[in-house]
């Protein structure tokens, strides 16, 4: 944590932008960290929340655009969910093929079939969404606010076209210093 911060306020002497570094503590919830911090953020104003450990580059100047110019409460990035495992493709009940990494985008519910996208982990949110729940007792905040900005219709969806690979194991730790490497021996 100490090393992020010194870089962070190294890198916002290049810049107008002021950090605050807040130890909010390891196993808290977002809910508490957001409780923690938010008095930093004045109201009415949008902050954005980085929730994963994700290699990324995609245009999230453009996603605050999107944000802005619908007036949203809060804006979610998604990305195309896709399987790493083996998928043996069935239709009806009769085995068509067998495919690796491939796009998975529909959900059967009650209601029939939806699309299905992943959250990528990156959210333009409103102060103002704020005040809709409980940051001392939220035990889900995701769920919480970003279902209460659906349900008032002041939620925007941005699709993610760019770079976006997740390391949540040494194994994919592994796979991005894979692709790095061979990014870089071109």
Known sequence: GEIVDEYFKSISNETDCQVISVNTGVDTSIAHRIDQIH????DDEDFFILNSDTLFEFDIEGMYQMH???NALVTLSSVDVVSTWGLIIIN???MIGFERDRKIRHLFTDGGKEE???YSGFSWINKKALSNIDLQTCYDFE???YQNAIDLGRFV??????LWYPFDTPKDLQIINMMLDDRHSL
Do not use: A, F
């Open 39 to 42: 008095k930093y953020i004045p």
């Open 68 to 70: 802005k110019n619908n």
């Open 92 to 94: 009806d009940g009769e």
């Open 116 to 118: 299905g996208l992943v």
């Open 143 to 145: 769920t919480n606010v």
């Open 157 to 162: 969806h941005y699709s993610i076209n760019g």
